[in-house]
């Protein structure tokens, strides 16, 4: 069974840019999460997404946004890119929304904001 | 409020014990303990949930504390295999709510 997709791997973008990065789940999950990491930080709360309909999400402004689509699948999108979002990008994906539920995660993207 | 892990950072010898803590300033109704090695996407090791039952891995053990609010990860016999940053994840509010985790620890083993 495949696991999480995430692409693109590696990312280089400008201050001011937006970008959209995406997340295929495993096969039948429907609950789909992102993550932040910078150093000394962990892993940062994005959004989780279930069903299509945005169930939580974490404290980031605005810019950050994202969706799913009927197949499970996702994207988020940072417009106005700053230098600190740079980050290793995650998602997760987990059969329910069951905060009970084992999540597996994609191998991330990798911003790099110049 | 995201969960604190103590140490930030542990070096032991292969065949050493380890044991990671994570405190949480409000009720804990599950803890979620993950292994990310470098390079690498983060893997489950295991659930603790309040009431005792504990579902994961079979070679590392960990404990929940509902009164004080925390739960220890022990990594016994440590493997070189064990090195990585560990994470562990409490949820944001109420049972239902987000997972929220903690800064990680990281953990080397020297052989």
């Known amino acids: 069974k495949a696991g999480v997709t995430q692409t693109p791997r590696y990312l280089i973008k400008t201050r001011g840019q937006q970008v959209t990065l995406s997340c295929s789940p495993i096969s039948g999950h429907r609950s789909v999460s992102w993550y932040q990491q910078t150093p000394g930080q962990g892993l940062q709360f994005l959004f989780e997404?279930?069903?299509?309909?945005?169930?939580n999400k974490g404290n980031f402004p605005g810019r950050f946004s994202g969706r799913q689509f009927s197949n499970s699948r996702s994207e988020m999108n940072v417009s106005t890119l700053e230098l600190g979002d740079s980050a290793l990008y995650l998602c997760?994906?987990?059969?329910?929304?069951?905060?009970?539920?084992?999540?597996?995660f994609g191998q991330g993207t990798r911003l790099t904001v110049v | 409020q995201q969960p604190v892990q103590s140490p930030q950072a542990v070096i032991l010898r292969e065949g050493e014990d380890a044991v990671i803590n994570c405190s949480s300033s409000?009720?804990?109704?599950?803890v979620h303990w993950y292994r990310q090695k470098h390079g690498e996407a983060p893997v489950f090791l295991m659930i603790?949930?309040?009431?005792?039952e504990q579902k994961g891995h079979e070679k590392i053990s960990a404990s929940f504390n509902e009164k004080k609010q925390q739960s220890s990860l022990y990594l016994t016999a440590s493997q070189l295999s064990y090195s990585g940053t560990y994470f562990c994840g409490t949820p944001r509010g109420n049972r239902d709510d987000k997972i929220i985790f903690g800064k990680g620890t990281r953990l080397h083993i020297l052989p």
């Open positions: 603790l949930l309040k009431g005792g």
């Open positions: 997404y279930f069903s299509e309909t945005q169930r």
């Open positions: 997760a994906s987990s059969a329910w929304a069951n905060t009970n539920t084992e999540a597996f």
């Open positions: 409000k009720a804990l109704y599950s």
